[in-house]
């Protein structure tokens, strides 16, 4: 089973409203990473908090942890039409070996 | 150019046919990574390279070989693909942190190449 898994799968709201959007993984990280992903395109990093965080902001954007829950969220603020995309949690797991591993990903929809 | 780039962007092919995905990155990374991206799944990793050493080989099929000659630029050859073969492929980088395992940092993406086998 994948490490990180994001919730919902899908999210639609309305310009200017919040978008929050949920991770949950299983075990212990170093960090975790939000990446945007427009559609076919490239994966664009948006923020990287570490395992000893529980916040980061960046402009319009929220990201809190709670190792203790395992899980993230990410917090789009007065969200507009261009943040439809796909966002992806991503874990860095503790350890030599450790590798990027991602989730399926949130489609998020922001109606005009 | 700046960031990551790929060539091509786009590419159909045969299943006897031979082509070679380039990825090139200008930000003095020192990382490189093949994922590959097929709908409804996450992003899979396939290959990982640090300082032209591979470090990582996600037991992907031997049809597809990877190739790194420098610390800017990637390859990823393919040879008698298969249709589920079809995906996005990305190529990304970062640079490693001295004495820190590989992925402690963010990677940067390019923007894929959308190859179908047919």
């Known amino acids: 089973s994948q490490q990180g898994e994001e919730d919902p799968q899908a999210l639609s709201i309305q310009e200017g409203e919040n978008a929050t959007m949920n991770c949950s993984y299983k075990?212990?990280?170093?960090?975790l990473q939000w990446y945007r992903q427009n559609s076919g395109r490239g994966l664009v990093h948006l923020i990287l908090?570490?395992?000893?965080?529980r916040e980061k902001h960046s402009g319009r954007l929220r990201v809190t942890l709670d190792t203790s829950k395992k899980s993230s969220s990410l917090l789009i603020t007065a969200s507009r039409a261009a943040d439809t995309a796909s966002y992806f949690c991503?874990?860095?797991?503790?350890?030599?070996?450790?590798?990027?591993?991602f989730g399926k990903g949130i489609t998020l929809s922001v109606r005009p | 150019e700046t960031g990551v780039t790929q060539t091509p962007r786009h590419l159909v092919m045969g299943m006897t046919n031979k082509k070679s995905l380039k990825c090139e990155q200008h930000?003095?990374?020192?990382?490189m990574y093949w994922y590959k991206q097929s709908a409804k799944k996450p992003l899979e990793l396939m290959f990982v390279?640090?300082?032209?050493?591979?470090?990582e080989n996600n037991s992907v099929p031997s049809r597809f070989s990877p190739e790194c000659p420098n610390s800017s630029h990637l390859f990823l050859h393919l040879h008698t693909l298969q249709p589920e073969d079809s995906a996005l492929y990305l190529c990304?980088?970062?640079?490693?942190?001295?004495?820190?395992?590989?992925?402690?940092?963010?990677?940067?993406f390019g923007p894929g190449t959308r190859l179908t086998v047919l």
């Open positions: 930000l003095g990374h020192n990382a």
């Open positions: 991503a874990t860095v797991l503790t350890g030599a070996n450790s590798k990027l591993t």
């Open positions: 990304a980088s970062s640079s490693r942190l001295v004495r820190a395992p590989l992925p402690y940092n963010e990677q940067f």
């Open positions: 908090i570490r395992s000893n965080e």
């Open positions: 390279y640090s300082l032209e050493e591979r470090v």
């Open positions: 075990t212990s990280i170093n960090n």
